[in-house]
Structures are given as structure tokens and as C-alpha cells.
């Protein structure tokens, strides 16, 4: 008999795509008790649920039961779902669409992939769902509380293309961030660290000693009374890079609830005051059509229109 398929052309549901679980050897009596124990970030009551709604698929693409026997080598399949999963109070806004690129502005607290509590609401999943494009799929990431561009490929066989040019600092990034003004501060200038993951809080990176691994060029766009709107242009791109490197310059951007210290978990979004740094610009040629590329935000920064609570 041969053997059923390994992939599955499963269809998008509300823009989630459908992942996949193999079975190991152990003392699992039923799918339910195995989903349950692996994969603990659904609770059973909720594995039951979707086992008895049909959204659990064995490698023939047939619905499996709460109740069915779950032999070693089996592959289960579902949709990546939460069933508390946030509401975002704002939308992303569809900036560009062709062939091969689509570009979007990213409210602040929305993540890009989905992760941790967000599923549905992810800016992958929303764009996928919105526009129908199955192989949509992010070049490159910015932090979820972070608001601006973000750039997709539309493709899945031109993906690598377009990350090489972010793998090889191809792409001239512009941001944005308001933080306080210190007029004793020499601008423009240029901001170099060796920066690393914390050993103890994942969520975060830190400087450390040792030859410089991150670069940022920063400029004093204009004063905002006690605070100002900087230009900051990443040469590398390092986890949280412009945030530890505002913060090292007594610049802590208004908003970050993690430097210069953590003030409160991650996951935890102060609505009323998001980080104040937005990806306003990106700039590359396109490795596929030649084009000169080129796309600028339209959100602007609560704190430089004067609007920060005190």
C-alpha cells in the first residue's frame, strides 16, 4: 500500500497556515492525551474542542476524534489558534502590492509572525487572510511594540532574495524615535557596541564589552520642548539595537518598558504610552524586477505630533 502523503495542501484559515506534529514513541493512548502533554500552550479542554469540531487532520487529511489511538510515526495537523487571542485597537494600512512585494505599516503591539499570544492577529495573518496570498511571507522583522514598515514577499521561490539583501546590509533603513532632548550631545554621530542575548531574561540583549558588533548613525531631527525626534539609520541589524543604543546615550526612547531597565514583562502593552520609534523608511534595489525601491511610512510618532501623557 503506498504510503499517504507527507505534505498536506491545506488551506489558510483566517490567514493562519496549517502546522504539523509527528508522533514519537511513547505510552499516549489517545491523539487527545498526546496533544494534550506535547503541545501544553492549548489546554485539554481546548485540544478537545478542536478534535471534536474537525480541525485536527491526520497525513490523508481526514478528521481525527478526541478518542482515536495515536501510533508512533503518526502526523497530526492544525491550525495555530488562541482562543482568548487579544483584539489590536488599530489596523495595519496596505501601503504597496505587485508581483512580487507587498508593504505594510505595522501599528505598534502588533507582531509580524505569529507567536506567543498572537495568532490571528499577526501582520502576516491578517495580510494573508486580507489578500489571499497563501505564500506571503515576511523579509525581514521589526519588534511587535515597534510601528512602521515591514516588507513581504509575495513569492515563496523569491523569498531568499530579498532576505540576502538584509543578510548583506543591501537595505538603507531610516527610523524614527522621540526621547529626551540634552543639548550637550554633539549631533549628528555614530553609536558602536558588542551587544548580546541576557543570560537571565530572554526577552532583552545588553551591552557587554568586547569588539563592536552593532553600529547606529543617529541625527537630532528637531526639539520637542524636554524632548527631541531622532533619525536613527542601523548599519547592523542586532536585536533591539536602537533601543539599547538610545538608552546607553542617557536617550532612553519614550515608551520602552525595557531599557535602560525592565519596568514590567514582556507581553504587558502600556496602550497609552507605546515606544515612540517607528520604521519610517526603506530603500533597496530589488534583486528580481531591478526596480530602485523605495517606500516611507505614513504613521507618525504619538510623542512628536505632542500628544505623550505626562
Known amino acids: 500500500m503506498a504510503r499517504p502523503p507527507r505534505t498536506l495542501a491545506l488551506p489558510l484559515r483566517e490567514g493562519i497556515a496549517a502546522s504539523a506534529v509527528a508522533v514519537p514513541p511513547g505510552p499516549w493512548p489517545t491523539v487527545l492525551d498526546f496533544l494534550a502533554e506535547r503541545l501544553p500552550a492549548v489546554n485539554r479542554a481546548d485540544w478537545h474542542a478542536r478534535l471534536s469540531a474537525g480541525d485536527v487532520l491526520d497525513d490523508t487529511g481526514q478528521t481525527v476524534s478526541a478518542a482515536a489511538p495515536c501510533p508512533h510515526g503518526q502526523r497530526l495537523h492544525y491550525w495555530r489558534w488562541h482562543a482568548h487571542e487579544p483584539e489590536l485597537a488599530q489596523a ?62 509575495v513569492q515563496a521561490r523569491t523569498r531568499n532574495a530579498y532576505q540576502a539583501l538584509f543578510r548583506d546590509r543591501a537595505v538603507h533603513k531610516r527610523y524614527e524615535a522621540v526621547a529626551a532632548h540634552r543639548p550637550e550631545l554633539d549631533f549628528p554621530r555614530q553609536h558602536a557596541s558588542r551587544l548580546q542575548a541576557d543570560p537571565e531574561r530572554f526577552f532583552i540583549s545588553r551591552e557587554v564589552p568586547g569588539a563592536p558588533n552593532s553600529l547606529t548613525e543617529m541625527q537630532r531631527l528637531r526639539v520637542l520642548g524636554p524632548h527631541a525626534l531622532y533619525g536613527l539609520q542601523p548599519v547592523t541589524g542586532q536585536r533591539h539595537q536602537l533601543r539599547l543604543h538610545m538608552a546607553a546615550l542617557g536617550l532612553p526612547i519614550l515608551g520602552d518598558a525595557f531599557y535602560p531597565q525592565v519596568r514590567h514583562a514582556a507581553g504587558v502593552d502600556d496602550v497609552q504610552r507605546p515606544l515612540q520609534l ?31 501623557p505626562d
Open 92 to 153: 495595519e494600512t496596505l501601503l504597496f502590492q505587485d508581483d512580487w512585494l507587498v508593504v505594510a505599516d505595522k501599528p505598534h503591539f502588533m507582531p509580524v509572525t505569529p507567536g506567543g499570544r498572537f495568532a490571528r492577529q499577526s501582520l502576516l495573518a491578517r495580510l494573508r487572510h486580507r489578500l489571499g496570498l497563501r505564500e506571503l511571507s515576511p523579509v525581514h522583522r521589526i519588534d511587535r511594540d515597534t510601528a512602521g514598515l515591514v516588507v513581504f514577499a
Open 278 to 308: 517607528l520604521a519610517r523608511a526603506i530603500a533597496f534595489a530589488d534583486p528580481i524586477s531591478g526596480q530602485a525601491r523605495q517606500f516611507e511610512s505614513r504613521l507618525q510618532l504619538a510623542a512628536a505630533q505632542g500628544h505623550w
